[in-house]
């Protein structure tokens, strides 16, 4: 797709009110491809006033005909897939089958979740003598990351419209061109004119500008914790509604009756999946002591296939902090088994596929999200042990527990402090909700939980 070198705002494409660009590298050979404008307050602003304006008639649609509104959508999604595929691995690197499987084909199953859920959720019910209506919250402010560029921009905004809430977007500055691409697709699909607005910038200008603007009614961001928390404290001093999906540090928990070959090998997958860049990915592999040494030789030979077949990371900050990982994991007493600190390729933002052994719950690279190819594997004694250390961090966002049956890895689930946990290798469910405990965030995204997040409730007693 070529390039906007304007904002989206009222339905149109107008030019920016400052004259910054963003330039936009593709991080597998660091060369640029496109420039886009870097937002400022003053876009925010005109977004914010542009979405405001069409709240009101947005918000009094019937929820199907909005619901008829997220289906077109999801059906431009599915006709511009394949440029949607394109796009994301010339701007984010990702391996072009899976950003064909993954960040085109979950945002179209995503979407498609709220065109049904739109139709049919109860905005409306009798209890007792009082009708409750769940009613959109307004305006909201999402902001996203670049991780997962088009999913993460259709898990908040695919959900507001269905509230019926209207949306000014602030997306990630390393992946706008997709962002770029959703407008297109919504003004392509008849979405009314304010009800979706795109402004592109740095998240210290325009994202600030967005947190802060007093005609945002909800700020939800995807993003670290440590700007989590900055969002939080600046909704919170206005009394506004956040919704905050933050880092996390997730434990692949092995019990002595699993499957050893099949976890190790899915968990080794799960982690080199878009290049580590997953903020729910099972970086913590904990294995019983009796299997310890078996499962490092496995890890080993399952991270030595991803050699060649995972995408660089997205930029050259990232690709020197996640280096920076690795070494400070050598540093502290940890084995590489697999990988290392060096660069596999003289050009791009590339790091090899690293598993480290003999990883103490405390070490840094068992603590800390790396955000990068990055497994820690860890030895336990017993349960009670391999559940200390998995609820061993301020984080608590997804995770996954194998054994020989599911009512034992379910038992072992229960007892985690964490949002989402994957049983014996289950699949993604578009309507289960995502979201973590502790420092993982703040509320759910994703089917009916995630739909809730945008409404607030009102009741009348008769």
Same mark, same amino acid.
């Given at each position: 797709?070529?390039a906007?070198?304007?904002?989206?705002?009222g339905?149109?494409?107008?030019?920016a009110?400052?004259?910054?660009?963003?330039?936009?590298v593709d991080?597998?050979?660091?060369?640029?491809?496109?420039?886009?404008?870097?937002?400022?307050?003053?876009?925010?602003?005109a977004?914010?006033?542009a979405a405001?304006?069409?709240l009101?008639e947005?918000?009094?649609t019937?929820?199907?005909?909005?619901?008829?509104?997220?289906?077109?959508?999801?059906?431009v999604?599915?006709?511009?897939?394949?440029?949607?595929?394109?796009?994301v691995?010339?701007e984010?690197?990702?391996?072009l089958?899976?950003?064909?499987a993954v960040?085109?084909?979950?945002?179209?199953?995503?979407a498609?979740?709220?065109a049904?859920?739109a139709?049919s959720?109860a905005?409306?019910e009798?209890?007792g003598?009082?009708?409750? #209506?769940?009613e959109?919250?307004?305006?909201?402010?999402?902001?996203?990351?670049?991780?997962?560029?088009?999913?993460q921009?259709?898990?908040?905004?695919?959900p507001?419209l269905?509230?019926g809430c209207?949306?000014v977007?602030?997306p990630?500055?390393d992946?706008p061109?997709t962002a770029?691409?959703f407008?297109?697709?919504?003004?392509?699909?008849g979405?009314?004119a304010g009800v979706?607005?795109?402004?592109?910038?740095?998240?210290?200008v325009?994202?600030?500008a967005?947190a802060?603007?007093?005609?945002?009614?909800?700020?939800?961001f995807?993003?670290s914790?440590?700007?989590g928390k900055?969002?939080?404290a600046t909704?919170?001093?206005?009394?506004?509604r956040?919704a905050?999906?933050?880092g996390?540090?997730?434990?692949?928990?092995i019990?002595?009756?699993?499957?050893?070959?099949?976890?190790?090998g899915?968990g080794?997958a799960?982690?080199?999946g878009?290049s580590?860049?997953t903020?729910s990915?099972?970086?913590?592999m904990?294995v019983h002591?009796?299997? #310890?040494?078996?499962a490092?030789?496995?890890?080993?030979?399952?991270a030595?296939k991803y050699?060649?077949?995972?995408?660089?990371l997205?930029?050259?900050?990232?690709?020197?902090?996640?280096?920076?990982?690795?070494?400070?994991?050598?540093?502290?007493?940890?084995?590489?088994?697999?990988?290392?600190?060096?660069?596999?390729?003289?050009?791009g933002y590339?790091v090899s596929?690293?598993?480290?052994?003999?990883?103490?719950?405390?070490?840094?690279i068992?603590q800390?999200e790396i955000?990068?190819?990055?497994?820690?594997i860890?030895r336990?004694?017993d349960?009670?042990?391999a559940?200390?250390i998995?609820?061993g961090?301020? #984080?608590?966002?997804?995770?996954?527990?194998?054994?020989?049956?599911?009512?034992?890895a379910v038992?072992f689930a229960?007892?985690?402090?964490?949002?989402?946990?994957?049983i014996n290798g289950?699949?993604?469910?578009?309507?289960?909700?995502f979201?973590?405990?502790?420092?993982?965030?703040v509320?759910?995204?994703?089917?009916?939980?995630?739909l809730?997040?945008?409404?607030q409730t009102k009741?009348l007693?008769?």
């Open positions: 797709m070529k906007h070198d304007g904002m989206y705002i339905g149109e494409w107008r030019a009110a400052g004259t910054d660009l963003i330039a936009v991080p597998a050979d660091e060369q640029v491809i496109a420039h886009v404008p870097a937002g400022t307050a003053e876009d925010v602003d977004a914010v006033s405001r304006e069409a009101p947005w918000a009094a019937p929820p199907a005909e909005r619901a008829a509104k997220i289906a077109a959508l999801r059906d999604l599915v006709a511009r897939k394949d440029e949607i595929a394109e796009t691995t010339a984010l690197g990702a391996p089958p899976f950003s064909q960040h085109a084909g979950v945002p179209i199953l995503v498609g979740s709220y049904e859920l139709a959720y905005f409306e009798r209890v003598n009082s009708t409750v #209506y769940a959109p919250v307004g305006v909201v402010g999402a902001i996203t990351p670049w991780n997962y560029p088009l999913h921009i259709v898990a908040k905004v695919a507001a269905a509230a209207t949306v977007l602030k990630a500055e992946t061109l770029q691409l407008a297109e697709a919504v003004h392509e699909a979405i009314p979706f607005n795109l402004v592109t910038g740095l998240g210290p325009a994202g600030q967005l802060e603007h007093g005609g945002v009614d909800l700020v939800s995807t993003g914790t440590a700007v900055q969002i939080g909704a919170g001093a206005a009394v506004k956040v905050l999906e933050l996390g540090k997730s434990a692949n928990v019990l002595p009756s699993a499957d050893l070959a099949k976890a190790v899915v080794i799960n982690v080199m878009n580590g860049q903020c990915a099972w970086t913590r904990l002591t009796s299997q #310890y040494d078996e490092i030789a496995l890890a080993a030979e399952a030595a050699g060649d077949r995972i995408g660089p997205v930029n050259a900050k990232q690709h020197a902090r996640v280096r920076g990982y690795i070494e400070k994991g050598v540093a502290e007493g940890a084995r590489l088994v697999a990988g290392g600190p060096d660069a596999p390729r003289e050009q590339f596929p690293t598993v480290f052994a003999d990883v103490t719950p405390e070490m840094t068992a800390e955000f990068g190819p990055v497994v820690s860890i336990y004694e349960e009670d042990d559940l200390r998995a609820n961090t301020v #984080y608590g966002l997804a995770g996954a527990v194998w054994a020989g049956d599911d009512a034992e038992a229960r007892r985690m402090d964490t949002g989402q946990v994957d289950g699949r993604f469910n578009p309507l289960a909700p979201g973590g405990y502790k420092q993982s965030g509320g759910r995204e994703l089917g009916s939980h995630g809730a997040e945008y409404l009741s007693q008769f």
